[in-house]
């Protein structure tokens, strides 16, 4: 199918957003994050928030002017009560301008967007974000899953373990900034399973640690144990696969010790590192968008009826035409 622009809504956890894109640039775009004043996110409230938001943000990008050949909204994996907001909106806007409805899997989506705009062809991808953690790598027509976590992403686990020392959501931009101040190792369970990761039992020690010693030293043990995890995993993939390129995407790949870490182990093996610019690491409707392009252009549509969310819809049921 011929297309040139797709709307795109994002909205499966805090952060609410809109985009217009085309196979060339991002057109227009808007957000609203939901932001909780304490503690962490609450489904019923981020949804709450999506719905007094969701038309401001679609306003503003269709006040741009352009036009578009579908509207795609991220169908899961993510918070149920969100996901539903987002797709409620999404057939509106469907059936009210009479474009094909297109369902996006926003793991898929945080990948499409990485390879857009950094030009990597076909990477190894370490997808790193508040519920998800995967090392994933296109084999056989779909994106397969060579490695996750066991238990919580590493998003949340460092979100988790900024709530325990008072810093407010989203903790790991916060952890970051503490983490460059710290000067002093201190170990913590490394729990590599095999291709699969563990991170409940190093929180639990590093919020004991947090009792003990400085917590700028905590914090940067936290992430260098963290993520020195998350690179092993991605080697071993890069030399089980044979692919000569790794990307980064998911909100947690903005962190630049870990960018650096991976950069690194890719220099030593020969392979390519690729990190999109800072805007595209978090949830955005231009990921959406870019890669509701991508589906439209093979067809990859649904009706209305048949549009229903999923809150555990895996990276490795999506069916990739395009590579």
């Known amino acids: 199918m011929q297309c040139s622009r797709v709307l795109g809504i994002e909205g499966t956890a805090w952060s609410l957003s809109a985009a217009i894109v085309g196979w060339d640039k991002v057109y227009a775009e808007a957000a609203h994050p939901y932001v909780p004043e304490t503690g962490g996110i609450h489904p019923m409230m981020a949804a709450q928030h999506h719905a007094n938001y969701i038309s401001q943000i679609i306003r503003q990008v269709l006040d741009s002017g352009y036009d578009f050949d579908g509207v795609a909204f991220s169908q899961g994996p993510g918070l149920g009560p969100c996901l ?19 369902g996006v899997n926003h793991c898929v989506a945080h990948i499409e967007v990485g390879r857009w705009q950094t030009g990597c062809h076909d990477p ?17 027509g779909r994106y397969r899953v060579f490695g996750e976590t066991l238990d919580i992403g590493i998003g949340n686990a460092l979100d988790k373990f900024g709530r325990h020392l008072g810093l407010q959501h989203p903790g790991g931009p916060k952890i970051e900034a503490l983490a460059k101040e710290g000067k002093n190792y201190i170990p913590l369970p490394y729990v590599v399973k095999g291709m699969d990761l563990s991170y409940s ?32 995993v991605t080697e071993r993939a890069l030399a089980h696969t044979g692919k000569n390129e790794v990307l980064i995407g998911g909100g947690v790949g903005a962190n630049m010790r870990l960018q650096q870490m991976l950069d690194t182990m890719c220099r030593d093996r020969g392979a390519k590192f690729y990190a999109p610019a800072r805007k ?19 067809d990859q ?3 209305v009826e048949a549009s229903a969310v999923n809150p555990i819809y895996r990276t490795d049921e ?3 035409p395009w590579l």
């Not at 797709?87 to 301008?97: D, E, F, I, P, V």
């Open 84 to 102: 539903r907001t987002v797709a409620t909106a999404a057939r509106a806007l469907a059936l009210a301008y009479e474009v094909p409805l297109i």
């Open 124 to 140: 190894v991808v370490l997808y790193v974000s508040g519920a998800n953690s995967q090392v994933i790598a296109f084999r056989r």
């Open 201 to 232: 039992g190093m929180m639990s020690a590093a919020k004991e640690a947090a009792t003990k010693y400085p917590k700028e030293d905590v914090c940067f043990s936290l992430q260098e144990n963290a993520f020195a995890m998350l690179v092993e």
């Open 280 to 298: 595209f690491f978090g949830d955005n409707g231009a990921m959406i968008a870019y890669t509701g392009l991508l589906q439209l252009k093979y």
């Open 301 to 303: 549509t649904i009706p």
């Open 318 to 320: 999506v069916e990739i």
